[in-house]
């Protein structure tokens, strides 16, 4: 209450804009606060995914194409592994298919309707995660390209009008958040200010992203697929060839280029156009209809078949990204941190019930920790106040360079829960210099706090709970 202002204004909420979070906040009303609940608003992502691709395959091909490659892009694991967890790249990739899809019904810019919508579309990718400009620069500049100079002049002013006019309205949609947040932005994204410009020739972390591609997105039986049709793809002579070889090469080449914490969720928004290549080639080469049902339905079987495999909660699935394999399962470190979370819970809700917790931290152990004490927290009632400066679950809206940090502020704390990698974090968002500031700051006044409980997480991590010697 009287914090959704800040979600367009305020950056302390997000290191990231926040429109993904704007798109939660209807489910919450409608069913309660869980993390549950914030996964179900993956749903209308989900059904912007499977429309826009049904579509773009009807406009590359036929409709027979369009919903093989819905059944195809809903199978592929790295797509409903992520469906399965509140994080952005699962709406980034939904975005950037619906941001293409309407690129390619413009028809060159020429049909006023769907410039508003690819304007529009756009607008919300980039209010949705900055660096969704990565996915969709590669299609867009060739489209421009071939409608503006490839393309007869006979529409050029139609043209330009309405390539203005989606221009105009994805601007002012970005401004929405981004002219609050000049500065702010620049600090977070900043790869100069953080070394992340590592790029080597000789180096064989090059291939990261084409080894996460196939042990944690794709796995045998979509790997095998693409890359067969991939190779008689690159041979086909087609109209929008290049729309869809642009919207893997590009993004893969640049956050290669530019980022040393190379995870499989970046590339997440290429892969309907793996499976949309998939789709046509299947389509477009076999011309037996037995012959292609046949091979639909082998397809259709073991893809079924390695949903269920990598669903099945006990199964061992022998995946090197064993992150991916717990998303694909839907648990996402559930286990472990549970856990974990039912030995710390006592010791920071024993004693006062309004007990004031701050977390210090921004590893994805910490901000698990801290998502399942504010679950608890809110659904049980217990009326804890658990804060996080650094705005990841229950930031409270303080900025790092605010006067408000001082020795109050952490002797206000019943408890503190750190951990030993922030520092140390790889992560390219974070203002690293103002984080350190923020740690430091803790050292000075850690003589008031009792250490009462270490312990070291999956990702090798220790968790710090300090308590308040005043507290105890």
Known sequence: KGHFPNLFFSSSYSIDPTFYLITTLPFYFLFGNSKGIAIMSNSVYFFMLLVSIYYIGKKIMNKETG????????????????????????????????SICFLLYTDNFTNRKYSILFGISTGLLGLTKFTGAIYLIGPFIYFYYNAMVRQSNKYLKIKIINFLTSTLICIFLLSIFYIFQTEQVWRNYSVSRNADLIFNWKSNANLDYLHLLMNSQLLPVFSVLFFMSLFFFLFFKMSYKWILLTWIVVPYSVLTLLWNARESYMTIPCLPAMALIVSFIIVKFIFEKKVKFISILIIVFFSIFQFIFLSYENRDVAIKDSHLRRL??????????????????PIVTSGKKDAKILFLSITNSGITMESLLHEVNMKNKLGLIVTNPLGCISGGGIKLDSLGIDKEYFLGSDFIISDSKTLHTSYPLVVRDDLKRLMDRFEEYKKYFLLVKETTLEDFSNLLIYKRLDAI
Do not use: N
């Open 328 to 345: 694909a399962a839907g648990k996402r470190l559930k286990d472990e941190y549970q856990k974990l979370f039912q030995q710390i819970f």
């Open 67 to 98: 919903l093989l490659a819905c059944f195809l892009v809903s199978m592929i694991p790295g797509v409903f592994g992520y469906s399965r967890v509140y994080h952005i790249p699962f709406a980034l990739m939904a975005l950037t298919t619906a």
